[in-house]
Nanobody
């Protein structure tokens, strides 16, 4: 069983930056693919970024490429999402997710574990 707890959300002006963190419990964190998704009000949850267990490969949604960076520290059981050049359309609840089988995909149904989410609001 893995528990995920996100933090770092908040209110920021357009053009600003935030760094989200997701702390994971469990001894096998280092073998999991980790991902970030987001859900804006009235919309479906969308893929944002994913990172392989070693951190060697990363994947991004087109909407965030060049602005967001996903990283992980397996020694701290933590995955991060650095968000730069934020836009009002980035406003959403951001969720951390883990896949115990190491798959890398944008499909949310693949991910086994989810955090409770952290709110990010970008004002214009």
């Amino acid at each position: 069983q893995v528990q995920l707890v996100e933090s770092g959300g908040g209110l920021v002006q357009a053009g600003g930056s935030l760094r989200l963190s997701c702390a994971a419990s469990g001894r096998t964190f280092s073998s999991y693919t980790m991902a970030w998704f987001r859900q804006a009000p009235g919309k479906e949850r969308d893929f944002v970024a994913a990172i392989t267990w070693s951190g060697g490969r990363t994947y991004y949604a087109d909407s965030v490429k060049g602005r967001f960076t996903i990283s992980r520290d397996n020694a701290k059981n933590t995955v991060y999402l650095q968000m730069n050049s934020l836009k009002p359309e980035d406003t959403a609840v951001y969720y951390c997710a883990a896949d115990a089988y190491g798959r890398v995909t944008s499909l949310e149904t693949v991910y086994d574990y989810w955090g409770q989410g952290t709110q990010v609001t970008v004002s214009s």
